[in-house]
């Protein structure tokens, strides 16, 4: 297997850039702004962990896959003392982003280059309060990490009321968010599915953010927060993710 090749260039704002990996935007990383996140998917993953726990609060959040680490760098400035964990195999790239894109001194962000499968499963019960997966390998999510097994033990190690948050890229049926929601909801009690409306309506490929955790509370503040935002989005409640994306197989 080839190693990725991977570049960090100037984005489209002062001290912001783009992290490439085999030609591919993996990351858009404001070092002047680390609230600013540029992607889509990016931002409704931010807009989770701000409806989870208020802004000054810190949690606790493992995230699978690092790149340039944006996300971990959101929480970071908005809820400064958070103890975060980030599962990135790539050392190569992580030694990249830390020359050109540094980490703020006392982030409290801890990159650990392993793989998600072995990183999640050497972690404690009850550790976190989130889950993020964003995780890719030539441009797909890894398919261990979204097997049953791998929920499992997600679930293990969040702690009560916790929740999982997936970014997954697919089109159109949607083979692989059907079979990734039947997994999730053999571990979880609930799910939703949150996505720009021409990726819903079969126009084209996207990024879809599914939650996966105990309850619905977040549902309606997230479709509020994306109706009222700069991005659109349609976020599906958990009846809706049956009717839309039922009938995987899961694995």
């Known amino acids: 297997m080839s190693t990725p090749h991977h570049e960090v260039v100037a984005a489209d704002r002062p001290d912001a850039w783009l992290v490439r990996v085999d030609g591919r935007d993996q990351s ?18 931010g807009d989770v962990v701000d409806l989870h ?17 944006t996300l971990p760098r959101y929480v970071a400035a908005t809820r400064p003392g958070s103890w975060q964990v980030v ?31 072995t990183g999640v499963a050497a972690l404690r019960e009850d550790c976190a309060d989130l889950v993020v997966l964003d995780a890719y390998a030539a441009g797909r999510v890894p398919a261990e990490l979204v097997t049953r097994a791998f929920f499992a ?10 929740w999982f948050l997936l970014n997954l890229s697919d089109r159109a049926p949607f083979a692989a968010t059907r079979d990734a929601v039947a997994g999730l909801r053999s571990v979880f009690a609930r799910t939703l599915v949150a996505a720009e409306p021409a990726t819903l309506r079969a126009r084209r490929a996207g990024n879809l953010t599914v ?33 839309s994306f039922g009938g995987g197989r899961g694995t």
Do not use: K, Q
């Not at 609060?57 to 340039?68: I, K, L, Q």
């Not at 990135?88 to 998600?116: H, M, N, Y």
């Not at 033990?153 to 916790?162: H, I, M, N, T």
């Not at 105990?214 to 409640?237: F, I, K």
């Open 53 to 69: 726990r208020p802004a000054g609060e810190p949690t606790r959040v493992v995230h699978v896959g690092g790149a340039g680490l």
């Open 87 to 117: 599962l990135e195999p790539d050392e190569a790239l992580t030694a990249t982003v830390r020359e050109l894109l540094p980490l703020p001194r006392r982030s409290g962000i801890r990159v650990r280059p392993t793989d998600g499968l």
């Open 28 to 45: 858009h990383v404001d070092l002047a702004d680390p609230t600013h996140l540029a992607f889509d998917y990016v931002r409704r993953l």
């Open 153 to 162: 033990e997600v679930d293990r190690v969040l702690a009560p009321g916790g």
């Open 211 to 243: 939650v996966a955790g105990p309850d619905d509370s977040l549902a309606d503040a997230l479709t509020a927060r994306a109706a009222g935002g700069p991005l659109a989005a349609r976020v599906l409640g958990h009846d809706r993710v049956s009717d």
